[in-house]
């Protein structure tokens, strides 16, 4: 089945990830999901495929629909109207770890709002004190490059001291380079660094599952990369391992995405680069247009036009030549 998964992402970065749905939606049936909480809805891309997952898969029981639920403190407003064309849909405009506190747990949680290690730790470990023996079946995105061992803050007013003590307020991130870099990704609130001690999505989500025997964690290693994290011990955690065992950590989805955000990234600096281009030509524009207006400048022009008597353009015809074969292009 074709999915337009493109949305608002003009700059193709692959944000959502509505473009693993061939590989979430497997996932939900395989574990006969009648509930799903998206955590970081957005505009509701995914959501917007959710909805579409769930009128698809139908009630599980009779009479019993299948509930999503979207997370999101700050709803953008193609999140706001599909809220409003689809009754079905639950819109809570809340932080994670305000609506985790109270809402009932469904069998699916979609993890995908800020990206750092406090806020994701703390989502999972709200989820774990509320489902007692058994968790949700647990997706993550973005704990790949470059979120998952960098934290990235929506609003650092939020999050303890502790946890913020190397961000920055403004930074590019380029793969490869630890610390920030000259171009590449642009990000509000970055960690000056990569790979920190309790920093980065990742590295909340292999804490957690540290402690935990009895989960396991599958990484699809594309589009800034999917977790999925599962008890063993569950009734479909064979089917689950079955559809992620190919993908999980596969190393030429590893190559293809490596390969994926270096382009990404490097399109951003040749755009930062030409944007440096053109508002130095424009600078100069305009001081060569104030010159060709310049009393003193008329003045030599003539004094050199005495002395080479026609023998090439004078200055003034030069610039002027130049200015109108520039502006043509």
């Known amino acids: ?60 029981d009779e009479g019993e629909t299948i509930r999503v639920t979207a997370i999101e403190p700050a709803p953008q407003d193609e999140l706001v109207e599909l809220s409003k064309q689809r009754p079905d849909l639950e819109l809570i405009r809340e932080t994670s770890h305000e609506a985790l506190r109270y809402i009932a747990l469904p069998d699916a949680v979609i993890v995908d709002g800020d990206h750092n290690y406090y806020t994701v730790r703390e989502e999972l470990r709200l989820i774990d004190e509320r489902a007692g023996a058994e968790l949700p079946l647990l997706l993550f995105h973005d704990v790949g490059w470059p979120h998952g061992r960098r934290d990235t ?62 989960v396991r964690l599958a990484i699809v290693p594309v589009f800034f990369g999917l977790g999925v994290a599962w008890q063993s011990d569950r009734p479909w955690a064979g089917a689950v391992a079955e559809i992620v065992q190919r993908w999980d950590r596969n190393p030429i989805l590893a190559r293809l995405e490596a390969n994926r955000v270096f382009q990404l990234a490097n399109e951003h600096v040749r755009r930062a680069e030409a944007g440096g281009l053109q508002e130095r030509n424009r600078r100069l524009e305009l001081l060569l247009r104030k010159m060709l207006e310049s009393r003193a400048f008329a003045l030599a022009d003539r004094l050199t036009g005495l002395r080479w008597r026609g023998q090439a353009p004078s200055w003034r015809q030069q610039v002027s030549d130049a200015l109108d074969e520039d502006g043509s292009r």
Do not use: C, Q
């Open 1 to 60: 089945m074709e999915h337009d998964l493109r949305g608002n992402d003009p700059g193709r970065w692959g944000h959502s990830l509505a473009n693993l749905a061939e590989i979430m939606f497997p996932l939900l049936d395989a574990v006969g999901a009648r509930s799903v909480v998206e955590i970081g809805s957005y505009e509701g891309d995914l959501t917007r495929e959710l909805l579409g997952w769930a009128d698809r898969a139908g009630p599980r």
């Open 153 to 214: 803050f929506y609003a650092p007013e939020r999050i303890p001291d502790e946890y913020l003590e190397s961000v920055s307020p403004g930074g590019h991130v380029f793969p490869g380079e630890p610390g920030l870099a000259n171009g590449g990704l642009p990000y509000r609130w970055v960690s000056k660094r990569e790979g920190r001690p309790r920093s980065g999505v990742l590295t909340a989500v292999e804490d957690f599952v540290s402690g935990r025997d009895d």
